[in-house]
């Protein structure tokens, strides 16, 4: 389905989503989507993930931002080589949407940075007939 890959400051992004039929109800106009997301640290300071920022686009343009602390629960700490992997989901009113978003990351020495997500699609499979 839909991914992205993109790099900031030395930290990799790397998302995949999927359709989920068995958890969407197109009648009731509701497509889920899950996605996994993979955040390396390629760079050469140690990092942590303090808060996230989502926009989250459906396919009559709608936006919807969400904002929180860390991912799933978590604000992990990643040393140069080291990665965290997690896995969420997204509901949408509509078959097809996108989302985008950034990371809010901080040094050990306190430097905050934004950490770019490329845009990704969510998007439902035409039947095949």
Same mark, same amino acid.
Do not use: K
């Given at each position: 389905?839909?991914?992205?890959?993109?790099?900031?400051?030395?930290?990799? +992004?790397? @998302?995949?989503?999927?359709? +989920?039929? $068995?958890?969407?109800?197109?009648?009731?106009?509701?497509?889920?989507?899950?996605?996994?997301?993979?955040?390396?640290?390629?760079?050469?300071? #140690?990092?942590?993930?303090?808060?996230?920022?989502?926009?989250?686009?459906?396919?009559?343009? $709608?936006?919807?931002? @969400? +904002?929180?602390?860390? #991912? +799933?629960?978590?604000?992990?700490?990643?040393?140069?080589?080291?990665?965290?992997?997690?896995?969420?989901?997204?509901? !949408?009113?509509?078959?097809?949407?996108?989302?985008?978003?950034?990371?809010?990351? @901080?040094?050990?020495?306190?430097?905050?940075?934004?950490?770019?997500?490329?845009?990704?699609? !969510?998007?439902?499979?035409?039947?095949?007939?």
């Amino acid at each position: 389905m839909g991914s992205s890959h993109t790099r900031t400051r030395g930290i990799l +992004v790397e @998302v995949d989503s999927t359709y +989920v039929p $068995e958890r969407s109800e197109p009648l009731r106009r509701r497509w889920f989507f899950a996605y996994h997301i993979r955040i390396a640290n390629q760079g050469e300071e #140690v990092v942590q993930l303090i808060s996230r920022h989502w926009i989250i686009t459906d396919a009559h343009g $709608e936006v919807e931002e @969400v +904002v929180g602390p860390g #991912v +799933v629960g978590e604000q992990p700490t990643l040393a140069p080589g080291e990665a965290f992997e997690y896995a969420s989901f997204c509901p !949408l009113p509509t078959p097809f949407g996108t989302m985008r978003g950034s990371y809010q990351m @901080v040094t050990r020495d306190g430097e905050a940075f934004e950490v770019e997500i490329a845009s990704f699609e !969510l998007l439902q499979p035409l039947p095949v007939n």
